[in-house]
């Protein structure tokens, strides 16, 4: 069973920062894709950014230039910095993980159970 633990979310004023951290563990053979959703009240969710395994990256036009997401390969980690944080980006932030089992040798989607991010004075 592949599991994704998530840390980092709390409270900020605005135009402050945050690190989001998502650790991947279990019997995984290899992963692709990892991402950042995000859920606000009322709202649909939303990709927020994404990872491949070579290094590239989306982002939502939202959070261009605010966040960067980023993967440490040998800790199965994704990381979403979040910088100049604005009310709006207020949300619950889900951990996505896509790849493949090593025991079975198919493909997996994992999801985090979902880190708060509050942004307010």
């Known amino acids: 069973q592949v599991r994704l633990v998530e840390s980092g979310g709390g409270l900020v004023q605005p135009g402050g920062s945050l690190r989001l951290s998502c650790t991947t563990s279990g019997s995984i053979f290899s992963i692709n894709t990892m991402a950042w959703y995000r859920q606000a009240p009322g709202k649909q969710r939303e990709l927020v950014a994404s990872?491949?395994?070579?290094?590239?990256?989306k982002y939502a036009d939202s959070v261009k230039g605010r966040f960067t997401i980023s993967r440490e390969n040998a800790k199965n980690t994704v990381y979403l910095q979040m910088n100049s944080l604005k009310p709006e980006d207020t949300a619950v932030y889900y951990c996505?993980?896509?790849?493949?089992?090593?025991?079975?040798?198919?493909?997996?989607?994992?999801w985090g159970q979902g880190t708060q991010v509050t942004v307010a004075s």
């Open positions: 996505n993980v896509e790849g493949l089992s090593r025991l079975s040798a198919l493909p997996f989607a994992s």
């Open positions: 990872i491949i395994s070579g290094g590239s990256t």
